[in-house]
């Protein structure tokens, strides 16, 4: 069956960087941002910001900027390569070695105090056992807290040590991509992919996630691969919606689309339709991505950070609400009916599907939820075009919502 592949080109502007309903722009224009250049982000618990930049460490909370350089702080470098954060510690991967911020307490780590092959952090991720693994540019490292255990060509224990990319599987793999091709790790082996042995589009393998699905997407120089239950995919400008064959960087969001970024602009993915983003006609590298609970996509390019939101940029929480707040996107994506509820309390939740003339379809969602702000998915693909009604009750209210379908 031939895969339908839609492409929708959506441009905020003609020459240069502009704000509109979709887009925000964030410069040191406009901001203390101390650079320009974008080169890693994640959001926190309390969504706070950290991003890196080519000249320090930036905090963000939505309101005040804090700048973290060498001359005002004990980061080790101003060059920011990684970020992740796990269990409210961030770890912060530089060019001059890996910093731990807990509790406002910084522990650096290097190769003077450690085992740490090179201070080169480019990639960080945690596995299922909460090691931390890190890649660089002499090795990749695997730390318990105690314990490291290094794989580099010097203790021959892989062929290529000139670590990028990341990621763990839900076997807990280790997935790792380097200038040479991709490696993958367990407890008793290590398998090496290139482009002679595999479909592999190019050696290069500079980025590496895995969804909801296992399914693995690996960015390289060359074009986008996909891997699933052992088959592979190759996605290049020839035969998909790609902007360009460089993948700067890659996410996934909640509604299974994979988001792309490039030199030319950011793609999103859901299997069928390809959809492009540009803030500018003009040639942007894009080096990170990340999704808010607002569904915002904050992006670090090589002249803005940027954000996107298809449906309206909103970086506004609900946290702060008092009262019971339940709210329907009617497709948000292709199939893709979105529910997000305030709970002041906890509480029991359930949420019934109903017809038009009011008869029950079906319970849709049915659990005992915390209080604070709660979100999930539903697929629309089983129901018919037409409106429906759904009701969402608590143990002390209930509201009704109509869903939407269309195909």
Same mark, same amino acid.
């Given at each position: 069956?031939?895969?339908? +592949?839609?492409?929708?080109?959506? /441009?905020?502007?003609?020459?240069?960087?502009?704000?509109?309903?979709?887009?925000?722009?964030?410069? *040191?224009?406009?901001?203390?941002?101390?650079?320009?250049?974008?080169?890693?982000?994640?959001?926190?618990?309390?969504?706070?910001?950290?991003?890196?930049?080519?000249? &320090?460490?930036? %905090?963000?909370?939505?309101?005040?900027?804090?700048?973290? #350089?060498?001359?005002?702080?004990?980061?080790?470098?101003?060059?920011?390569?990684?970020? /992740?954060?796990?269990?409210?510690? @961030?770890?912060?991967? +530089?060019?001059?070695?890996?910093?731990? @911020?807990?509790?406002?307490?910084?522990?650096?780590?290097? #190769?003077?105090?450690?085992?740490?092959?090179?201070?080169? @952090?480019?990639?960080?991720?945690?596995?299922?056992?909460?090691? @931390?693994?890190?890649?660089?540019?002499?090795?990749?490292?695997?730390?318990?807290?105690?314990?490291?255990?290094?794989?580099?060509?010097?203790?021959?224990?892989?062929?290529?040590?000139?670590?990028?990319?990341?990621?763990?599987?839900?076997?807990?793999?280790?997935?790792?991509?380097?200038?040479?091709? %991709?490696?993958?790790?367990?407890?008793?082996?290590?398998?090496?992919?290139?482009?002679?042995?595999?479909?592999?589009?190019?050696?290069?393998?500079?980025?590496?996630?895995?969804?909801?699905?296992?399914? $693995?997407?690996?960015?390289? $120089?060359?074009?986008? /691969?996909?891997?699933?239950?052992? *088959?592979?995919?190759?996605?290049?400008?020839?035969? *998909?919606?790609?902007?360009?064959?460089?993948?700067?960087?890659?996410?996934?969001?909640? =509604?299974?689309?994979?988001?792309? &970024?490039?030199?030319?602009?950011?793609?999103?993915?859901?299997?069928?339709?390809?959809? /492009? =983003?540009?803030?500018?006609?003009?040639?942007?590298?894009?080096?990170?991505?990340?999704?808010?609970?607002?569904?915002?996509?904050?992006?670090? +390019?090589?002249?803005?950070?940027?954000?996107?939101?298809?449906?309206?940029?909103?970086?506004?929480?609900?946290?702060?609400?008092?009262?019971?707040?339940?709210?329907?996107?009617?497709?948000?994506?292709?199939?893709? +009916?979105?529910?997000? =509820?305030?709970?002041?309390?906890?509480?029991?939740?359930?949420?019934? %599907?109903?017809?038009?003339?009011?008869?029950?379809?079906?319970?849709?969602?049915?659990? $005992?939820?915390?209080?604070?702000?709660?979100?999930?998915? =539903?697929? #629309?693909?089983?129901?018919?075009?037409?409106?429906?009604?759904?009701?969402?009750?608590?143990?002390? *209210?209930?509201?009704?919502?109509?869903?939407?379908?269309?195909?």
């Amino acid at each position: 069956m031939k895969t339908l +592949t839609s492409i929708i080109l959506i /441009l905020s502007v003609a020459t240069a960087i502009g704000q509109n309903d979709i887009w925000k722009v964030y410069n *040191s224009a406009s901001t203390n941002l101390p650079d320009n250049k974008i080169t890693a982000l994640i959001i926190d618990k309390n969504n706070n910001k950290w991003i890196g930049s080519q000249e &320090g460490l930036i %905090l963000f909370d939505g309101n005040n900027w804090k700048v973290f #350089t060498t001359k005002n702080s004990n980061l080790p470098s101003d060059k920011i390569l990684s970020i /992740l954060e796990v269990e409210n510690t @961030i770890w912060i991967g +530089t060019a001059s070695g890996l910093l731990q @911020i807990e509790e406002k307490k910084w522990n650096m780590i290097n #190769t003077k105090n450690s085992n740490l092959p090179s201070d080169k @952090i480019r990639k960080i991720v945690i596995d299922y056992n909460k090691n @931390i693994w890190l890649a660089t540019e002499k090795g990749l490292a695997k730390y318990d807290g105690e314990k490291w255990v290094i794989f580099s060509r010097k203790n021959k224990k892989i062929k290529n040590d000139d670590f990028i990319s990341l990621a763990i599987d839900k076997e807990n793999n280790i997935w790792a991509g380097t200038n040479s091709g %991709l490696l993958v790790i367990n407890n008793k082996t290590v398998n090496e992919y290139n482009s002679k042995n595999s479909p592999l589009p190019d050696n290069h393998v500079w980025n590496i996630i895995i969804d909801k699905n296992n399914t $693995k997407w690996i960015g390289t $120089k060359k074009g986008l /691969l996909s891997l699933s239950d052992e *088959s592979w995919k190759v996605y290049t400008q020839e035969n *998909s919606g790609l902007p360009h064959n460089i993948i700067n960087c890659l996410t996934a969001d909640d =509604y299974d689309r994979i988001w792309i &970024g490039t030199q030319e602009g950011i793609s999103s993915f859901d299997g069928v339709e390809w959809k /492009l =983003y540009k803030a500018t006609k003009k040639k942007m590298n894009h080096y990170s991505i990340y999704i808010d609970e607002n569904d915002n996509k904050w992006i670090g +390019t090589e002249k803005a950070l940027l954000v996107l939101n298809q449906e309206g940029v909103n970086e506004k929480t609900l946290t702060n609400k008092s009262n019971l707040v339940f709210e329907v996107i009617n497709n948000i994506s292709k199939n893709n +009916t979105k529910f997000s =509820y305030y709970l002041p309390i906890a509480s029991k939740v359930s949420i019934k %599907l109903y017809t038009f003339q009011g008869k029950e379809i079906t319970t849709i969602f049915e659990e $005992k939820n915390l209080k604070g702000q709660h979100h999930f998915y =539903y697929n #629309t693909r089983h129901l018919s075009r037409g409106t429906y009604f759904c009701q969402f009750r608590t143990n002390e *209210s209930k509201q009704t919502q109509k869903i939407v379908v269309m195909k």
